[in-house]
């Protein structure tokens, strides 16, 4: 079946980087793009971007720019989301997520989910 | 950037109850695509709605979406214990893509 799985939980100093993973099996990687939402402590789920998995070539949402890359590495069919300079603000649950094909277009709901990569910025 | 705001916050309800959702954007949702998603604790969300009204796969028909342009609702005709739980709109016609704040349906 259709699955995505995450990395573990990562604890890290303000400033330092962390680089979290998304292995799937089941299907065709390079089908479907990869999305990256984040959901802090008790709040929201916020769109961070997606990354052709095709091309390669990422799209941030705003506020998402600069400190955090999408990358991929196709032989493995893994998608990445690296952050770099951390701070306390980026303590989230990290989760890829899969857009759902419907009668044979591919559209931006997530129907699969990874379990999600809890971030930890804490000095 | 399209802004989608859902009430209530929470709803108290007793199992069996109607729940209804309301999610309001910013501007029109282009070709109706709006979504909902249901999160329980610990979880990652669920997809139940698509394309305002259309169910995902293995989503029970006590989950109804409607709605055009601005104003979308998500009806759970009556609910069953595990309906209990944080419910998300999501719109999908316009980058960036957006999700509302939430509404949490409770226990009463």
């Known amino acids: 079946q259709v699955q995505l799985v995450q990395s573990g939980s990562e604890l890290r100093k303000p400033g330092a980087s962390v680089k979290v993973s998304c292995k799937t099996s089941?299907?065709?990687?390079?089908?479907?793009?990869m999305n990256w939402v984040r959901q802090a402590p008790g709040q929201g789920l916020e769109w961070m971007g997606w990354?052709?998995?095709?091309?390669?070539?990422?799209t941030y949402a705003q506020g998402f720019t600069g400190r955090f890359v999408f990358s991929l590495d196709t032989s493995v069919s893994t998608a990445y989301l690296q952050i770099s300079s951390l701070k306390a603000e980026d303590t989230a649950v990290y989760y890829c997520a899969r857009p759902t094909l419907v009668r044979g277009v591919i559209i931006d709901v997530f129907d699969i989910w990874g379990q999600g990569t809890m971030v930890a910025v804490s000095s | 950037e399209i802004v989608l705001t859902q009430s209530p916050a929470t709803l108290s309800l007793s199992p069996g109850e109607r729940a209804t959702l309301s999610c309001r954007a910013s501007q029109s949702v282009s070709f109706s695509f709006l979504a909902w998603y249901q999160q329980k604790p610990g979880q990652a969300p669920r997809l139940l709605i698509y394309?305002?009204?259309s169910r995902a796969t293995g989503i029970p028909d006590r989950f109804s979406g409607s709605g055009s342009g601005t104003d979308f609702t998500l009806t759970i005709s009556r609910l069953e214990p595990e309906d209990f739980a944080v419910y998300y709109c999501?719109?999908?016609?316009?980058?960036?893509?957006?999700f509302g704040q939430g509404t949490k349906v409770e226990i009463k």
């Open positions: 089941g299907y065709t990687f390079t089908q479907y793009g």
């Open positions: 394309g305002t009204s």
């Open positions: 990354i052709n998995t095709n091309t390669g070539n990422p």
């Open positions: 999501q719109q999908y016609g316009s980058s960036p893509r957006t």
